[in-house]
């Protein structure tokens, strides 16, 4: 007991309080000398206060709750009942649904519109589409089933003057309650599975004009572009070519590599369906453009693709989000380590002239450096491949 | 009618092995093998394991909202994992890695059916003891080492594993490709083996004690849904949990024996690696055969406690209690075929992700079910606000809104776009992560009585509910939007993209509502340490609900029950039925009787029983006529 009084005494919060207001000088005092000196220690004051801060605000409620148990007992003793604590947590439901209802829109309408601009690409506006639908259907169940929880949990709190009705069961409700969320579904499942096929054919229909390849390389913690030359073409690849400049491991025996391109920025032609094949060099990387709608894992061992064709250039972008610094991203989003927070690369959408010019200045892989490295080691090469096969047989 | 059979000789025998009965500290704290001994290890070693998750998880919410100050302060505490008083990058990703994996194996899976699992089933289905104490023991001992192993990863040079708790190869086998690939990962997969040891050995006990250990009169279709709950969720653990150990197995072989089951075509820092034709694809697909059936693992517990919390505290007996059970039915079955959602974009054929696709939204069909119920349930009831009851209703409530996000992500053409971003963290902290803890308070509240003899002090339970369930909406809610802007998961800084810059000021939202929650938390942990303690002692049955554990006496002792066990008449749901005095009856009640509020239903299957109701009902009806 005589620990409680000690926490209730007067005189040991007046000293809080004190201590607190001493405190919040001290801490002020200290952030003015920390920012002189270069490296600065731990702010124990600081961290003392937030303890102390935390101690206060346990104490209150600890004081609280002991004045609510007292008027408890009090009212008790006269006879009454105490505390109608259901209906306290009743009303408090309530306040909860009607605050947390206006939360909801707030967040939905402000940060709601912090989200991407509409999708720069073909495929994008049916995804968005869905999207749409999706999340009329989902806010309309939302907000009903919040609704009847939180009135049910007020308008059914406890009294000692009623009873619970009494219904274990209603098979009609039940059937219809089943099928109705079953056809729903159903329908979101037809209309989604026919736009997945569709977005995730990556292979060209004979007939129509092939679509632009580029190969997309991720590596810890780095992405790089391969473009094909006036050919058209991306020659071969080998994972155990890759040494010294040739980084990718370019198969260079292969006629169609040889004119292969490298580029700093992943420009593209508007309205051209563009193909992306996809590789990884160490770990999973994944190749997300958001505003395009696009992402697929990059994989090791296994080659990934992606087809879609941008709609909007990024100078039309840039005047829709009104932002004259906007760029179109490319960014990993599988964990792979240490950068993975910072492996971007730009994207450009221009249109076709532009496109022709800027692919005209770009430098092959076939560098003369490269070409006479590649002589040089060739034979290397060959004999170190060799020995891996003898190590495998084996 | 049904029929008491007394059996006086078997009381006679269980006091006298009582007295046989002689527990030193070690046999009753340390090596027990009664399950309510068991349970309370699994619950305060889960309640442990959350608090350092928790902890965890604010050091890294502290970067994200503060990328750019410097905190000394966790220099002295990390050392090196916080140069200069920042967060080190891989670090980062350690403790996001730690987070998921204790929050989701050790906390929801071990925690919440270890502890309701152990403690319920036996008491709830009428058994002295689970089907074996011994493998019981162990199971909590293996769990316990896992633990340790986890945690001891912390004080490993290079630091804990780190490639996130999916632990996707290569990443996680190339001690090259980063420094939580190292040691720190070897004791993860170490770790997890024990893990799921500890799992199989509960799960077959719980299997095999619902199965052959109920008592007299208690058939499926009596058993209370916490027990269906336990049940389903331990046939899919036992089912599911060694595919993990195949996979995890096959990846220890990857790292340390030189074998190339995951990896292939690898090129790391320059140097061409020997591996050739693996699939990392393969592990994702043995990682995702249980990590799905894993979050019905953790959900599944959940929603059984809730059933039943609501139902005792609504006065009403749950709505559709077949339909509840056919729904979990339904879940425990579709969710062996769904994990391929979790790969729609991974390089996996496009049909198949079709596939996959058509499952996952079927499944939302049984959730829907069941939250209508619970809706059902509510209404018309006699609702009393026990802090238990709260949790329930904070389950459901982040279920329907975690929920409907799903369908969302399972439908392959959004998951393009919404793959990996914050809003993958908020659709699953919502209706995995905060829903199944609120499950499991719920349980804690509810059945810390049967527990420990006393009971929590409601208005810190109010008051834990309330910041609690507020902190978690206001952390994930806002996350929604950050996934819709493209805003990727497991970024330690958003500072290097113009673009994410914007989203610096919701960080910093968030993380003070993560504070805040974490600090509600002190309310509990007070209430639990000091209840267990000095508070309230309990009645034999403080809720008056129906099913068997209020039967036991408030002092736990060994054998559950002092003589016979109870026999079972009625469902677990007999709550404020029209004619009956109280507004509950007991499943240990006859139907004998209670003529008075006996109706139909109540005797399906049993002829008997219906005759003896309606010649009852026809004197009942002449009696008034003579009146």
């Known amino acids: 007991m005589a620990f409680k009084k000690m926490i209730n005494s007067k005189k040991l919060l007046a000293f809080l309080a004190v201590f607190m207001l001493s405190g919040t000088n001290l801490l002020m005092a200290q952030t003015v000398t920390t920012d002189a000196t270069a490296k600065p220690g731990v702010n124990w004051l600081g961290v003392g206060f937030y303890i102390l801060l935390f101690l206060v605000a346990a104490v209150v409620i600890a004081i609280i709750g002991k004045i609510l148990k007292v008027y408890d007992l009090s009212q008790q003793i006269k006879g009454k009942k105490g505390i109608h604590w259901n209906t306290i947590m009743g009303v408090i439901c309530l306040i909860f649904l009607v605050v947390g209802m206006y939360g909801a829109y707030w967040d939905i309408t402000v940060q709601g519109s912090m989200t991407l601009p509409e999708a720069a690409s073909k495929h994008g506006v049916r995804i968005d589409a869905m999207f749409l639908t999706t999340t009329i259907i989902t806010l309309i169940v939302f907000v009903i089933t919040q609704i009847l929880l939180f009135t049910f949990l007020f308008r059914y709190r406890h009294s000692d003057k009623r009873r619970a009705y009494f219904l274990p069961h209603n098979n009609t409700i039940e059937k219809v309650w089943t099928i109705i969320p079953a056809i729903v579904l159903t329908v979101l499942v037809i209309f989604g599975f026919f736009t997945w096929q569709d977005v995730e054919n990556s292979s060209d229909i004979k007939g129509q004009p092939a679509s632009l390849n580029i190969d997309i390389t991720g590596h810890q913690f780095a992405w790089?572009?391969?473009?094909?030359?006036?050919?058209?073409?991306?020659?071969?690849?080998?994972?155990?070519?890759?040494?010294?400049?040739?980084?990718?491991?370019?198969?260079?025996?292969?006629?169609?590599?040889?004119?292969?391109?490298?580029?700093?920025?992943?420009?593209?032609?508007?309205?051209?369906?563009?193909?992306?094949?996809?590789?990884?060099?160490?770990?999973?990387?994944?190749?997300?453009?958001?505003?395009?709608?696009?992402?697929?894992?990059?994989?090791?061992?296994?080659?990934?693709?992606?087809?879609?064709?941008?709609?909007?250039?990024?100078?039309?972008?840039?005047?829709?989000?009104?932002?004259?610094?906007?760029?179109?991203?490319?960014?990993?989003?599988?964990?792979?380590?240490?950068?993975?927070?910072?492996?971007?690369?730009?994207?450009?959408?221009?249109?076709?002239?532009?496109?022709?010019?800027?692919?005209?200045?770009?430098?092959?892989?076939?560098?003369?450096?490269?070409?006479?490295?590649?002589?040089?080691?060739?034979?290397?090469?060959?004999?170190?491949?060799?020995?891996?096969?003898?190590?495998?047989?084996? | 009618m049904s029929t008491l059979a007394v059996q006086d000789h078997g009381v006679a025998h269980h006091e006298e092995g009582h007295e046989h009965h002689h527990d030193t500290f070690l046999t009753k704290y340390v090596f027990s093998q009664d399950h309510k001994m068991i349970a309370k290890q699994f619950l305060i070693t889960g309640i442990t394991m959350a608090v350092i998750a928790m902890l965890l998880s604010i050091l890294f919410r502290i970067q994200l909202a503060y990328p750019d100050k410097t905190f000394p302060l966790l220099e002295t505490l990390l050392g090196r994992f916080a140069p200069e008083g920042r967060l080190d990058p891989e670090f980062y990703l350690s403790l996001v890695t730690i987070h998921g994996t204790i929050m989701v194996f050790f906390v929801l899976t071990a925690g919440l059916s270890g502890t309701f699992s152990n403690l319920l089933i036996p008491l709830q289905v009428g058994a002295r003891d689970m089907a074996s104490p011994f493998i019981n023991m162990l199971s909590y001992w293996f769990f316990l080492t896992a633990c340790v192993i986890m945690l001891s990863s912390f004080f490993v040079q290079k630091g804990p594993a780190g490639p996130g708790w999916t632990i996707y190869p290569p990443l996680s086998a190339l001690p090259q490709a980063m420094k939580g690939s190292g040691l720190g990962m070897t004791l993860w997969l170490i770790s997890m083996v024990c893990f799921v040891a500890s799992s199989l050995m509960g799960g077959i006990n719980y299997v095999s004690t619902v199965l052959n250990m109920r008592t007299n009169g208690m058939d499926l279709w009596k058993m209370p849904l916490t027990i269906w709950a336990f049940f389903l969720t331990a046939i899919l653990g036992v089912l599911s949990?060694?595919?993990?150990?195949?996979?995890?197995?096959?990846?220890?072989?990857?790292?340390?024996?030189?074998?190339?089951?995951y990896l292939s075509d690898i090129v790391v820092n320059g140097q061409v690696m020997p591996f050739e034709g693996g699939s990392p694809i393969l592990f994702q697909h043995l990682f995702w055969f249980l990590g799905h059936p894993e979050v019905y693992i953790v959900i599944m517990p959940a929603m059984g406690i809730s059933s039943e919390v609501m139902s005792v505290n609504s006065r009403k007996p749950i709505f559709g209690y077949h339909a509840m059970v056919y729904s979990l039915i339904g879940i425990t079955v579709l969710s062996f075929i769904v994990w391929g959602h979790h790969m729609f974009i991974t390089g996996m054929n496009p049909f198949l992700g079709g596939v996959f696709m058509i499952t996952t939204l079927i499944i939302a069909v049984p959730s829907a079910v069941k939250t209508f119920n619970w809706l059902a349930t509510l209404w018309r009831g006699n609702i009393r606000f026990t802090p238990a009851m709260l949790f329930a209703v904070g389950m459901v409530s982040f279920f329907i809104s975690g929920g409907l996000t799903g369908i969302f992500l399972g439908n392959a053409a959004l998951d393009i776009n919404l793959h990996d971003t914050y809003f993958v963290v908020a659709h699953f902290h919502l209706v995995m992560g905060s829903a199944a803890i609120f499950g499991m308070l719920a349980g804690v509240y509810h059945w810390f009585p049967k527990m420990f003899g006393r009971l929590m002090d409601e208005k810190l339970g109010y008051l834990h509910f309330w910041l609690t369930f507020i902190g978690a909406y206001l952390v994930f809610f806002p996350m929604h939007f950050m996934g819709l802007d493209g805003v990727p998961r497991r970024y330690y800084a958003f500072t290097e993209f113009a673009s994410m810059q914007r989203w610096l000021s919701v960080n910093m939202f968030i993380t003070w509502a993560a504070i805040m929650s974490a600090c509600a938390q002190v309310a509990f942990l007070y209430n639990f340490i000091h209840s267990i303690f000095w508070g309230k002692e309990a009645t034999q049955n403080p809720w008056q609900a129906n099913t068997l554990e209020w039967t036991t006496p408030v002092e736990r002792i060994h054998g559950n029950w002092p003589g016979e066990i109870p026999s079972v008449y009625r469902w677990p749901y007999d709550y404020s039925k029209p004619g009956a005095e109280e507004d509950f009856i007991p499943q240990t009640t006859p139907l004998s009787e209670t003529m008075s509020s006996n109706v139909p239903h109540d005797f399906e299957d049993n002829p008997a029983g219906l005759e003896a109701l309606s010649k009852w009902s026809s004197t009942q009806k002449a009696n008034e006529e003579v009146k």
Request: proline fraction near 6%; include cysteine; hydrophobic fraction near 40%.
């Open chain 1, 224 to 394: 790089e572009l391969r473009y094909p030359g006036p050919d058209g073409k991306l020659g071969k690849k080998d994972f155990r070519l890759s040494a010294g400049s040739n980084k990718l491991g370019i198969d260079f025996k292969d006629i169609n590599s040889m004119d292969d391109l490298q580029a700093d920025t992943l420009v593209l032609p508007v309205n051209k369906t563009i193909r992306l094949n996809i590789f990884a060099q160490d770990v999973i990387h994944s190749v997300y453009m958001p505003h395009f709608r696009v992402q697929q894992n990059a994989v090791p061992g296994l080659p990934t693709f992606f087809k879609f064709t941008p709609t909007i250039t990024t100078e039309e972008m840039r005047r829709k989000v009104d932002d004259p610094k906007f760029e179109y991203l490319l960014y990993c989003n599988k964990i792979c380590g240490s950068g993975h927070y910072n492996m971007q690369k730009v994207v450009r959408v221009v249109t076709q002239d532009e496109y022709n010019q800027w692919v005209a200045k770009l430098k092959p892989y076939l560098t003369p450096a490269l070409r006479t490295e590649l002589k040089l080691a060739s034979a290397d090469q060959n004999k170190s491949i060799t020995q891996n096969r003898l190590a495998l047989n084996n």
């Open chain 2, 241 to 261: 949990f060694p595919v993990l150990v195949a996979g995890v197995v096959l990846l220890i072989f990857d790292r340390s024996f030189g074998t190339s089951f």
